[in-house]
């Protein structure tokens, strides 16, 4: 099945290089999105083998993936993982196997499905919890990591998605979308490193505030629309 793999990437560039090399010894194809970097991200990828779409500034993570959505039709399998090292192309196997085996439309990858590691750091576990609920009460789900950027979808069920959310609240929109859709969600476990810096200038409970806010306005407007 043809594969390709997505990669929203913003000032990355001590990691992408070698995320885009290990991805592509499991797909067809890998697709960079440059989100406004300030550093050699877009040139690093495609050096080490990437297609590329870039940015002039710095947009969110859901235009990212918007725009990179509207440019892979015709593959069986996306995947996206983040660009910054944190998650194991070496998983994608894992991922893509419940589509291939025809056992899934949305495959998420959970840090979490068999509960919280002793090294995830405290402040983690909180905000992830509450996130994990206010999408599950949103969507319909049981999801055991609702902000996981390393996921695989089925080709054809790319229009399902709709990217109303510029930032990092697409993740829980991404999920509430493939429910309201009919969808079959499936979680398989992946393996995280903590020690890597993100990216986001937000500090983490900004960040986890704000994506609460957007996932408590994306069920109102799933309401409103009923």
Do not use: W
């Amino acid at each position: 099945m043809k594969t390709v793999v997505i990669i929203p990437a913003f000032n990355e560039q001590a990691a992408i290089g070698s995320v885009v090399e290990k991805s592509l010894q499991y797909a067809d194809d890998v697709l960079v999105v440059d989100d406004g970097s300030s550093d050699n991200t877009s040139e690093i990828a495609k050096k080490a083998g990437a297609s590329l779409l870039k940015h002039p500034t710095n947009f969110g993570k859901g235009v990212s993936l918007r725009d990179a959505f509207g440019k892979v039709k015709g593959y069986d399998i996306v995947v996206t993982i983040d660009g910054d090292g944190q998650h194991n192309p070496d998983e994608i196997p894992d991922l893509i196997k419940p589509i291939m085996e025809n056992r899934a439309d949305f495959v998420n990858g959970s840090r979490y499905i068999n509960g919280f590691d002793e090294n995830t750091p405290a402040y983690r576990r909180v905000g992830q919890r509450v996130l994990d609920i206010a999408t599950n009460v949103t969507a319909g789900t049981s999801v055991t990591d609702s902000q996981s950027g390393f996921r695989a979808f089925k080709g054809d069920t790319i229009s399902c998605y709709k990217f109303r959310d510029p930032g990092f609240g697409i993740e829980s929109e991404m999920i509430a979308d493939a429910a309201e859709n009919n969808l079959k969600i499936l979680e398989v476990p992946i393996t995280v490193k903590y020690d890597v810096e993100n990216s986001s200038t937000k500090g983490p409970v900004t960040h986890g505030v704000g994506v609460l806010l957007k996932i408590v306005k994306d069920k109102f407007i799933r309401i409103t629309k009923r």
